[in-house]
């Protein structure tokens, strides 16, 4: 749970008293939020809640669908890798 590395009461007071500049999380401690979560209640403008998604590049996909299609081709061709099913 990453979430609990920040005291997010803690960066929300920061943002808003200017004490930090712009901030961008992407965990919270817990899930789905409460509705007085310190980050979420007040709209602080200089806080980016985005998702979790690091492995979604188009570069990382590429290679996913590239492995995906060799693990396939190898398997058809009974020399499988990455298996405990039989050939």
Do not use: C, F
Not at 13 to 37: F, M, N, V, Y
Not at 39 to 60: F, I, K, T, Y
Not at 64 to 77: F, G, M, Q
Request: glycine share 6%.
């Amino acid at each position: 749970m990453r979430g609990v590395i920040v005291n997010e009461a803690g960066l929300a007071d920061a943002l808003r008293s200017l004490e930090i500049g712009p901030a961008r999380i992407d965990a919270l401690t817990h899930k789905p939020p409460d509705d007085d979560h310190p980050l979420l209640a007040d709209n602080l403008p200089d806080l980016v809640v985005g998702s979790r998604n690091a492995w979604g590049s188009v570069e990382s996909r590429q290679r996913l669908v590239n492995e995906v299609a060799t693990l396939i081709r190898d398997y058809k061709s009974g020399t499988p890798r990455n298996s405990s099913l039989p050939a």
